[in-house]
């Protein structure tokens, strides 16, 4: 298989068909991504603040990137094998929704902080240091019409923030335009369940990803396999129908692809499911269960 | 500290300030509280089901409880010792809500079962067993007006199904009247996050706890403290206002008992803090973060 | 029939089939029904401000009034022949849901305001007169189970603040337990739909109704009939979901009781409905039809 | 000022900066806008139905139409003049929100309805007609990134389905890109408040419209007026959030073009503000005031 990079270059906002593709590729090949972070570069040293009069637009991304025999109803898989830094820093400030800053009423102070990156460690402050744990916080293909900004999240992916979009794991994203054209970026030095602040450890980064097509899958949403579990995303407000969604799906994809029926599974997750809160007000939100359970005697 | 047992008494399905106590305790004292199942004891044996015609009343609970001493601006905490299953089994079915039944479409079976439980292990079907992970689906103080079923959830608790509130973990709960006047049950004998067929495997139970008093605490919402974590609670629909809420209560903890200003803890809380579902269509949801980011140096 | 009256008594802040009946009355009997504001009378005289931190309790209501031969099942109608303000002043200030301040954003000054009522006339100030049109915010039947605080509104009906209800009008309440434990109050002077700021303009007030009873009339939610049209009400957060499920009641209602049936009223309610949105952050919202459409030829 | 017509041409699905201009014109002009109906034409005669596998697309629009001189930051003001049936005659079919389904429960049979109009009367069935009250259901300018499908709302405006957008009144609208780049279409021959099966009364139409252009008004969200009311609006869900956005918005234009304050302002629309839900479920919703209280003396 091909090796191909994706140096950094202009930015992109929007998930759209109809851009020219920044590179072509056959299943099966890898390609290394450098992405800028969400705040397209404007916090880079202390005393820098993110300006989003001069620049409205967030969470830039690299795409598109077209595979070769993708078709609609195929779905590209997306495995990651791993997200380094890529100035060894990452960057965060605050801005929550305001139902958040209501509720904490005191006046919030500039909370920008640039957290330099060593030995797996991100030191967020002198008494604080968070574990290194990357992850793609949008990753997409374009839908057949209309073109999302990058911070939105749908059935086509996009912004869902899932910390599970990781080294290790694969992403199936649903193919709607011959070619798939495959965005991604927002990557995070680490994050949160629910992603509070609205704000992650942003990360301009260099991931390395293998792409691979699944003919007429036809499943209409974004998964996500792990060695240990499979995820059903669902993405958007309010948060407890995305959640119901996502497990639904999950139940179906078991009905589908594992042999059970598909009231049986969701009871089966009613007990032993589990959910991952991307950003919890718009984002992703999936439902998982271990794969123990999955595979039928 | 004294011991106490509540024996399987009358079912009582509303959380009232107003009810004759069925036991007075001192702070420090022990209580060993047996509690029925949600299905109020209708699906015993195979054959049954749940029958909501005879019975619309769901998740009776035992109580009220008084703790002597205490007075409103106080919290119950309430340590969970063990929590034992009363008759070996547990018993579930599907009932969820609107959303999934629409999305899943397909019509639904009976989904009664009931599950022996031995050594540790659920037996949920001939192929699957499921670890024995036991918790209290409700824990209350009744508010200082009005009397809340018990299928809701507020800041008085409720029917949050929290999984944390297991053994090990200690909860804490707003005082609103003089005596406390704790109530708790639906027991369940494990339950995935979300709990999204509307059921967990529910379980008549023996609960041991240990109940202690917090003058003067003025928190006017659940916290749940384990070993190893913190965890702040809201309740209610639509999920995502209750995860903002979550971790703003969250954040305001740590400010006022860990020395950390709110708005830093709430820029920490979106790099490690994580969620806990409990049921997802309006039950509660905790915004939790590992002690060792807490304490501070 | 007889006629009665309710003084202004002991103020009430929960509906519960407990309390005490303040009035044992007849199907078919009209009851003057003398009922506080909504700030428990704390805000009569420029000057005077709501103290929560004295009082956190709002909307005292009359009650329970009980009616004879009223059964769980049965319906009480409750015809409202007039309101009149029995201080001839209303009074009002500002309490937004917490999206609302975030908004707006700009310091909340004091918003207090007592308002004189003259010959059909609120004076809210200098510049603005607005026509009086009275209503009754808060009406309801005590639960079967459970006691809701005189802020909540449901099926029972509670604090909808819908502005239907009113001279003219007759509501009806589905009965949960004998002798129906009817209670009213939160009367306004004048309200905009939504009632955006969380206060209408608050008023003691003289209610005369009538009350009938329905016999097995089973029907588990709210209805409004004025001259010209019919209402079915829906409650609660979020507000999409009560919108669509006051539609669907309504369609429901056709079909029962006017020989429609239900996907065909629904598709006529979409192109001919109205809405009335009572407290639009969890109060009521009626789905409204004109009676001219429903009978059928 | 200019006349010109946008005959119907190929359908358009998407509000996109980047789609070739079918027509440029000068502030003040006016436009006959020919447009297609919600179903692309697909129901025509008795016997046709909706047919989303082959045509999964909806709402399709005429446009971009160019406005000289409008800028970022401009709104474009679209007074509507009339708005004639194409083909004297409108359709509907019912598509309602799962929550909808699952309440009415029973199967729904095909609703698809054919509707003459005649004089002022549609036809909707033997039995019933509906007085012509034809509205714009989709009126917008194009985003400054990214590109709204068809049947999305927003800040933009697109798929707002308000009944106000109606011969007698003017919507502006922000303009985010040079030129404006509008579009309109999803005319409705009448239309019920909520739009509760999802579609109204579809019709081809003939629009004419005046298209002005105010400069540097700043205002990032749609806006209507009447002879007699002032409307401003929010889209999307939750439901209840759009609503008290809305009349936060109201506030602030009362504030900056009315002369009063803000919180004034809010107090006012809480006890004279009307509401018009659009589509219930995601798409607009307008806060209205009557123009009479909003001029002060």
Chains 1, 2, 3, 4 share one sequence.
Not at 57 to 86: M, Q, R, T
Not at 99 to 128: F, K, N, Y
Request: some cysteine; proline content about 8%.
């Amino acid at each position: 298989m091909a090796e191909h990079v994706v140096r950094l270059g202009p930015l992109v906002y929007e998930i759209s068909r109809l851009r020219e593709p920044v590179l072509t590729i056959d299943p099966g090949d890898s390609v290394l991504v450098e992405t800028e972070d969400a705040f397209s570069g404007q916090v880079r040293v202390p005393g820098d603040v993110r300006d989003r009069t001069a620049l409205p637009l967030s969470d830039p991304v690299a795409g598109p990137i077209v595979v070769n025999g993708a078709e609609p109803g195929d779905a590209l898989s997306v495995h990651v094998v791993d997200i380094e830094p890529l100035l060894g820093q990452c960057a965060t400030y605050v801005l929550p929704a305001p139902h958040v800053v209501a509720t904490l009423a005191s006046p919030m102070p500039d909370m920008t902080r640039i957290c330099q990156i060593d030995d797996g460690q991100i030191r967020w402050s002198e008494d604080v240091t968070i574990p290194y744990r990357p992850m793609i916080g949008l990753i997409a293909c374009a839908p057949a019409m209309g073109a999302p900004t990058t911070v939105d999240a749908g059935d086509f992916g996009g912004n869902m923030d899932l910390r599970e979009v990781a080294p290790g794991a694969t992403v199936m994203l649903p193919v709607f335009v011959p070619g798939g054209y495959l965005y991604l970026g927002d990557c995070h030095a680490a994050q949160g369940a629910g992603e509070v602040s609205g704000i992650a450890l942003e990360m301009p980064a260099r991931s390395r990803i293998v792409v691979g097509l699944g003919k007429g899958i036809h499943m209409g949403w974004p998964r996500i396999e792990t060695d240990t579990e499979l995820l059903a995303v669902a993405c958007g407000r309010p948060l407890d129908e995305a959640v119901g969604k996502a497990f639904s799906r999950l139940a179906m994809w078991l009905e589908r692809s594992y042999g059970w029926r598909r009231w049986e599974a969701l009871s089966l997750l009613s007990q032993v499911g589990e959910t991952s809160v991307g950003y919890y007000w718009g984002g992703g939100v999936a439902a998982k269960i271990p794969k123990s359970y999955v595979e039928r005697t």
